[in-house]
C-alpha cells in the first residue's frame, strides 16, 4: 500500500521567516510527486516533480525531489499570511493512482 | 477558479434523505474524482471515472452511488447516510489517467448528515 507522510503536521512562523516542509513516501512503481496548497477549500495545484534533483520554482516556492531517499521538499522564502494554508503532498503510481499525506498546516503571523 | 464547478456548496441532510452532489468540468479532461477529506485525515479516493467508465471504487458504501453520464458530468448520489459520513466531498478532474498529469478541484461541498 501506497504511503505519503507530511511533517510538521503543523507550523507557526511570523512574516519573512523561510520554512521547509517535508515529505517522504513509499509507492509502487513511482510516476510523479505533486505539491498543492489548500486555503480554505478546494486544493490548488503548484508543482508536479518527475525527476530527482531538478529544483522547480515559482516565485517565493521552491520544490525539488529525491528519488533515491524517497522524499521532497517545499520550500517557501519570505513568507507571507498568505501563504498560511494547508500544504499537500501527493504521490502518483504506475496505476495513475494518488495517495495523498496528511498535510502541513502552516499559519504565517504578521 | 480551477475550471472544476461543484454544487451545492453546502448541504445538510438527515440520514433518511436522498441527495445528490454534482460536478462539472468543461476542461476537456477525460479522468473524473471524487474524494472525501474528514477532519483529521488525508484526502481519501472515493471513486474514478476514465472517459465515463468507472475505473476505481477505493471500496465505499454502497450508500455513496456515483454516476458519470458524460466526461464532462460527475455525480454523487447519496442515501442513507450516517453522521461520520459528515465530510468535505471534493471533485477533481485531469486530462487523463496516465503519466501523472495533476489534478484540478473543485470548490468542494460541505456535507453535513443530521
Known amino acids: 500500500e501506497d504511503k505519503v507522510v507530511q511533517s510538521p503536521l503543523s507550523l507557526v512562523v511570523h512574516e519573512g521567516d523561510t520554512v521547509t516542509l517535508n515529505c517522504s513516501y513509499e509507492?509502487?512503481?513511482?510516476?510523479?510527486l505533486l505539491w498543492y496548497k489548500q486555503e480554505k477549500k478546494a486544493p490548488t495545484f503548484l508543482f508536479m516533480l518527475t525527476s530527482s534533483g531538478i529544483e522547480k520554482k515559482s516565485g517565493r516556492l521552491s520544490s525539488i525531489l529525491d528519488k533515491k531517499e524517497l522524499f521532497s521538499i517545499l520550500n517557501i522564502t519570505a513568507t507571507q499570511t498568505g501563504d498560511s494554508a494547508i500544504y499537500l503532498c501527493a504521490v502518483v503510481n504506475a496505476g495513475n493512482m494518488l495517495t495523498f499525506g496528511g498535510g502541513t498546516r502552516l499559519m504565517v503571523k504578521p | 477558479e480551477t475550471g472544476v464547478t461543484q454544487t451545492p456548496r453546502h448541504l445538510v441532510m438527515g440520514m433518511t434523505n436522498k441527495k445528490s452532489l454534482k460536478c462539472e468540468q468543461h476542461l476537456g479532461h477525460n479522468a473524473m474524482y471524487w474524494y472525501k477529506q474528514s477532519a483529521k485525515k488525508p484526502l481519501e479516493l472515493m471513486f474514478v471515472?476514465?472517459?465515463?467508465?468507472?475505473?476505481e471504487n477505493n471500496s465505499v458504501p454502497s450508500r455513496f452511488s456515483p454516476e458519470c453520464p458524460n466526461s464532462s458530468h460527475l455525480f454523487l448520489h447519496l442515501h442513507t447516510l450516517q453522521p461520520e459520513d459528515s465530510a468535505l466531498y471534493l471533485c477533481?478532474?485531469?486530462?487523463?489517467?496516465?503519466?501523472?498529469?495533476?489534478?484540478?478541484f473543485g470548490q468542494g461541498t460541505r456535507l453535513t448528515v443530521v
Open positions: 509507492v509502487t512503481n513511482f510516476r510523479s
Open positions: 471515472y476514465n472517459f465515463k467508465e468507472q475505473t
Open positions: 477533481a478532474s485531469s486530462l487523463d489517467r496516465g503519466g501523472g498529469t495533476e489534478a484540478f
